[in-house]
């Protein structure tokens, strides 16, 4: 059985409990309100001492949340109770570089010996957005929020290098530094905008087929923002082939018990 | 041949150079205005990971201004050029828990394996104090900043736990608003303070007698605050007893060519 987006519970433990009970297989962007969502990360102990040096030397992708002591599945600081196993609607699995996987539960491919990193998610800027009456598109049209591989790199980290990864939003040219402002209060998920404007610029050719995620709708006299985003680990994977990485399948994030407003700067 | 603070250069390259030739052995407040000094700690691989999570989990006292490869001793980030075992005034080594040495270089103590971590310091904040008409009561009083041990804990991390250290600085009570704003605009460098008025609320007995650098003049109508310190991890290394930890001894920091306001927030 699955449910719609308003047949879904607010507050994020019972979001939660509905996605462990299968009743919600698609991307959460615009559910429980108010609460911040988080990329999923999960490596071997081997790999997770550079990729915590990745994500310090790459805070606007990578900013971290919550790391999880080796082995341990429940997110004491962000979701006590919670399960990252079991409580995210759609996982992948990467093995030496390759997407092998995309499974509803991680039980089967998890291990004593790995380790879990929780990372803030644009999601979480986008009421802000909303309440500063700035259009967030994927949401207005029901779709993903659209990802795309670009030709900047992150700075590497021991075995670890990869492309950042952003997301894209149109807004209106009136409205752009309204958007720089109200994103560049929340550092610990994304923060303002890594570029404005031209796609071409970093590498993207053709806004209409991103790499993760559906495209929208560009208006005219609206200029493309792209913010980075928590799909470059999995960008990361695949060019650096670590033996095994598990992740969120992008935009079907892990719901915290974070206040959105917890997040944000003065 | 010791140097006066008058005498000193102005540039990071160039006081690192002074202390290097072993023309400056003493504490750093004040030297190379205008650029962040850092703390220093050196962990082997094994105890790195815990102390990057340490850091994550504990940003106040362990803000990371960069994080070098396993072996490496530049800080190609925030110094190129520099070497950490040589261009501190002083060094503290640690083993299994005790402080074994004080050292002018880390040669003889340097192998392969080991980790570097270079953490925001509070002197970084204390040139936007004094432009901000704010005492730095230790800089007007040429001392070493107070620094105290408290019972707070921090977030432990693997292996590691251990109380949070504090500097502290008076303040007149009508400007005690003002501090907090200036240094909360630097949260890469320990940021506001995590406690205002009373010593004995966080386990401090006598403010006469820090439990490291000296002892400052409090003044009648004035608050002492008290801000999150990078000898944190020194407290640590006292009580979680890792085999080996080498670091700056207080107040003899390692001086970056980052400039202040780079680290400052909007």
């Not at 071997?44 to 341990?72: H, I, M, S, T, Y």
Request: hydrophobic residues 40%; glycine residues 8%; neutral net charge.
């Amino acid at each position: 059985m699955t449910l719609t987006v308003a047949e879904m519970p607010l507050t994020p433990r019972e979001v939660r409990a509905q996605i462990r009970l299968g009743r919600w297989r698609r991307p959460t962007p615009a559910l429980a309100p108010g609460f911040a969502q988080a990329n999923l990360v999960v490596l071997p102990r081997e790999q997770a001492f550079d990729f915590l040096l990745f994500c310090q030397r790459n805070p606007k992708p990578c900013p971290l949340l919550e790391v999880l002591e080796p082995g341990q599945t429940e997110p004491v600081q962000t979701a006590p109770g919670a399960d990252i196993r079991l409580d995210l609607p759609l996982y992948r699995v990467y093995r030496n570089g390759r997407l092998v996987a995309e499974v509803e539960r991680l039980e089967e491919h998890w291990s004593d010996g790995l380790v879990t990193f929780l990372l803030g998610c644009s999601f979480t800027f986008e009421g802000a957005m909303r309440r500063a009456g700035l259009p967030v598109r994927h949401v207005e049209e029901g779709k993903n929020v659209p990802m795309y591989r670009t030709s900047i790199s992150t700075r590497p980290a021991g075995t670890l290098h990869g492309p950042l990864v952003v997301t894209m939003r149109p807004i209106p040219a009136s409205q752009v530094s309204r958007a720089v402002q109200v994103t560049g209060r929340f550092p610990a998920v994304h923060g303002a905008p890594v570029h404005v404007g031209d796609p071409h610029a970093i590498g993207i050719r053709d806004l209409g087929s991103p790499d993760w995620g559906d495209p929208v709708t560009v208006r005219p006299g609206e200029v493309p923002l792209f913010w980075a985003c928590g799909v470059t680990p999995q960008a990361v994977a695949l060019e650096s082939r670590p033996p095994l990485m598990l992740t969120h399948a992008p935009g079907h994030m892990f719901i915290t018990d974070v206040p959105d407003e917890e997040l944000a700067v003065m």
